[in-house]
């Protein structure tokens, strides 16, 4: 076993034990909930953002990208990837943004404000973070 860190022998096989146990849900309940897991907002979805044509499928998503590829030289091959890249986080942002207003509206009927929206944050903090470091790369690039 190759690791960057020397792991001892008693730790490999507890390691391979608590592996051993975590096999997943057991019971039919465990299990039906377990495939609903990835179901239950839709952020992390793939989807098609772009057509065959390389131009994004989606009209807000398309104006981001357009602008950006007129504001910047985007000959360079890395340049024209990171483009893609912030128009896709951006589209991410998106649905989260439609289903907070969505989950913020009925959580402050039914008085569950902080539990419901704590997952949509975490997802969109992790979102934003990652745009901004796509945009930062892409402005380093294409600094004069």
Known sequence: MLSKRNISARQVEANRGNARRSTGPKSARGKAQSRRNSLRHGLTASAVLFGVDGVPTNSAVRRLWERLRNEVDHEDKEVDSLIEEVATEWAHQLPAVELENNRWKSAVDD????????SLNRHRSRSQRTLLRLLERLRQKTLP
């Not at 008085?111 to 704590?118: F, N, P, Q």
């Open 111 to 118: 008085g569950s404000v902080g539990i419901r929206l704590r």
